[in-house]
């Protein structure tokens, strides 16, 4: 593996005699440059994700804001693909970011011809709100009516040939033309079948039966958002949706969400409507720090039980000889899930069980997790495996009747196969449960209609996702501001080995910004409760915000500690408070519309990343403690997953918990400090962050886990002098609107 480079601020271009890779000024990718001059650091990094991108390898790119990321990786990607006829695919999970991306995509256009597709999922594109099974239905319908309409009509056109050549007095003719009559008339009574019975999508008949070629070269002559391609559909009568599909085939550049990528079963279908095999596809992925949590996301499975008892009673109304296994082994594994969960949980503790998926142990050291054994005993029958072949033969053959009935128009909706989903489900539970790097979990919540159980197989290694993705594409970058240590991250990814990492560090003035290691215990759970604990963090806090000359915003490692000091804090700011399930975007907007404010966040929500706060938008952040997630039974097992996985049990916490935490703390950091021009402290509350406690601290600090150049900022400062510092600090940047506080 390639060293890592690090380039601290702005730094002239390294020449090929010095052993990196040179970029000429008249580099063939800087066609693709949209403004008038690269930076010299930017410039360097096209020039080296260039060359990567020649040599097949993938590049793990990190760079701080103002690096300018998304175009020194889409430049020459873009340049690559047009040389090597490949597609380029940039995707993210933060909204901000796409729409950072179509505007970067919208500027290059203008100076080179670039054909770009902004492409998002169905359920934000559909005109007529039906779930994906029914959507599915609609289009083979559909397609099998226009279809018919053109055999037809060519019937139709041959009729009408034959019936003049037998005018003529053509005897084969006329014939032949009777044969045709035949089957014309066979054809028209299916077509008034179809227009009569089955369910069609008139959307996407128009799609087919209508001359589109104005909106693909309305869609091709700029960078359209899903938005603009639903309004011109909504307008025209056509399906969005399907024409984007359409649109995508033989396009320079895609712009889309990690789950057209991540998720398996999407993924091979959107290279199919790329009309592009994985190995001509070239990668972006930007916030790539995220991609481990979606992928894990992507390879676990679940099941309810709410879908066993639909199965079961969709089992009462089916005749076929292999409803009895089939109901034999769905309804012994929803016995087994309400037994787990009936026998784990006390009376009070059912009554305490809300509307949140709250997970039980199941795991034993038999062996088998305590669902299987459930199973096993509560089955009964010839044998569970024979029995289990047969229910998903049972479930195949009802889905394919119920997609049949509606396309036929016997059903007004597509209906679910709960036989299906379940027998599926258990199938993997079998083996699953046991597989390496898989977790068996139940769950239980409650809603109008009691309480339920779930099971779940949850995937502790995300790289049985992501490491056969890398394999199959022609190269990927994935880019953010907090990618390092790049040696876990391509661990915990399966990036290949061959790869090249690069860093650039903070572009910006360093005499503009502040970060403050203070020095006060550490923040452990154990001690938050404590009242002079809480006194301690209290003070901190109040002086930061006292003396931040503007916004501040403060990170918490949950929610719960972000409410207990928004109702804590005496100040004057305005305070604002982050819930969860409260919408993000519109309280960030109160919040930065006012000028002397304080937002209450937990750093493991939506504010704490992928969102700029710039300028006056906030001056100060402040994280408090080292906000470790929950340390629950799945971090746990992700954590022995990765000891296996990477040889030791220490890996096992740094690459689970350590790295995103720290990962997360620096992405809290960079929500201030924008632009060269802006300016603003970042607060460290926690004796763990400081230099002068490494020692003592031992395995507790954290100061050495932040790269290099970001840990010599750390500024150590006692309690009592934090105040001291932000006024000297905020006075020097002439902050101040009048008189600032007195400390």
Not at 122 to 127: A, D, I, L, P
Not at 421 to 438: H, K, P, R, S, Y
Request: glycine share 6%; with cysteine.
């Amino acid at each position: 593996m390639t060293e890592d480079h690090f380039h601290h601020g702005a730094r002239p271009f390294l020449s090929e005699n010095d052993g990196t890779a040179g970029v000429a000024e008249t580099a063939s990718f800087l066609r693709y440059f949209p403004y008038e001059e690269p930076y010299d650091h930017q410039r360097e990094a096209m020039g080296r994700i260039s060359d990567a991108l020649d040599a097949e390898r993938d590049v793990l790119f990190e760079g701080a804001c103002g690096t300018g990321k998304t175009l020194a990786a889409l430049v020459p990607a873009l340049e690559y693909a047009e040389r090597e006829d490949k597609t380029v695919v940039i995707t993210t999970n933060v909204h901000q970011q796409t729409r950072q991306f179509i505007e970067e995509a919208r500027a290059i256009t203008r100076q080179q011809p670039v054909r770009t597709v902004v492409f998002r999922g169905k359920g934000s594109m559909c005109h007529i709100d039906v779930g994906y099974e029914e959507c599915q239905a609609l289009r083979d319908t559909t397609r099998q009516l226009v279809d018919q309409e053109q055999e037809l009509a060519e019937l139709e056109s041959r009729q009408e040939e034959l019936l003049d050549a037998a005018q003529d007095g053509n005897d084969r003719a006329a014939e032949a033309r009777s044969a045709v009559m035949d089957e014309l008339e066979a054809v028209e009574e299916g077509v008034e079948a179809l227009r009569e019975e089955a369910n069609v999508c008139e959307r996407y008949y128009a799609n087919l039966t209508e001359d589109t070629d104005e909106f693909y070269a309305w869609l091709t002559e700029d960078v359209r958002t899903p938005d603009d391609v639903y309004d011109y559909a909504e307008e025209a009568g056509y399906c969005g949706y399907e024409l984007l599909k359409e649109g995508m085939d033989g396009v320079d550049l895609v712009i889309c969400n990690y789950h057209h990528l991540l998720d398996p079963a999407i993924r091979e279908q959107f290279f199919r409507w790329l009309g592009r095999d994985p190995e001509d596809v070239v990668a972006v992925f930007d916030e790539a720090h995220n991609i481990e949590e979606t992928a894990r996301e992507h390879a676990s499975t679940q099941l309810t039980e709410t879908t066993l008892d639909g199965a079961l009673d969709e089992l009462e109304e089916v005749d076929d000889y292999r409803v009895d296994a089939a109901e034999r082994v769905v309804d012994a594994y929803r016995t087994a899930l309400r037994r787990v969960y009936d026998e784990a949980l006390t009376v009070g503790a059912k009554d305490a069980v809300g509307d949140e998926w709250e997970d039980l142990t199941v795991e034993n050291e038999d062996g088998r997790d305590d669902l299987t054994l459930a199973f096993l005993d509560a089955y009964e029958g010839p044998g569970f495996r024979a029995d289990l072949e047969e229910a998903l033969e049972l479930g195949a053959t009802l889905d394919r009747r119920y997609q049949e009935q509606y396309k036929e128009g016997e059903t007004t909706t597509r209906k679910e196969c709960r036989v299906l989903q379940a027998a599926d489900f258990i199938d993997e539970w079998v083996d699953g449960a046991v597989a390496a790097g898989t977790y068996p979990v139940v769950s239980v919540r409650r809603d109008d209609a009691g309480l339920y159980g779930r099971a779940e197989l949850y995937a502790c290694l995300p790289r049985s996702v992501t490491e056969p993705l890398f394999e199959e594409l022609s190269t990927s970058v994935l880019m953010s501001a907090t990618l390092r240590p790049f040696d876990v991250l391509g661990d915990v990814l399966g990036v290949g080995e061959d790869r090249l990492t690069m860093a650039y560090g903070e572009q910006f003035p360093e005499s503009r910004r502040r970060t403050y290691a203070v020095d006060i215990p550490a923040l452990f759970a154990s001690s938050r409760d404590d009242p002079g604990v809480q006194e301690t963090v209290a003070e901190m806090l109040s002086d930061a915000v006292r003396f931040t000359p503007g916004n501040t915003l403060l990170f918490f490692p949950s929610y719960a500690e972000a409410e207990r000091y928004y109702h804590r804090l005496e100040t004057t700011a305005t305070p604002y408070l982050d819930r969860p399930g409260v919408r993000a975007q519109e309280l960030k907007e109160e919040f930065v519309a006012d000028e002397t404010a304080v937002l209450f966040t937990s750093l493991w929500g939506t504010l704490a990343e992928g969102v700029s706060y710039d300028g006056d938008d906030a001056r100060t952040v402040a994280v408090v403690g080292v906000p470790y997630p929950h340390l629950d039974d799945r971090s746990e097992a992700v954590q022995r997953a990765y000891a296996t996985a990477f040889g030791e049990e220490k890996a096992g916490w740094e690459y689970a918990v350590e790295v995103p935490t720290v990962r997360k703390t620096r992405q809290a950091l960079g929500r201030v400090v924008r632009s060269p021009d802006d300016f603003g402290v970042r607060v460290l509350l926690d004796e763990r962050y400081t230099r002068r406690n490494v020692r003592e601290l031992g395995d507790y600090s954290v100061y050495e886990s932040f790269p290099p150049e970001e840990r010599e900022e750390h500024v150590d400062v006692d309690p009592g002098k934090l105040k001291y510092a932000m006024l000297n600090f905020y006075a020097d940047m002439d902050a101040w609107d009048g008189q600032p506080p007195d400390p």
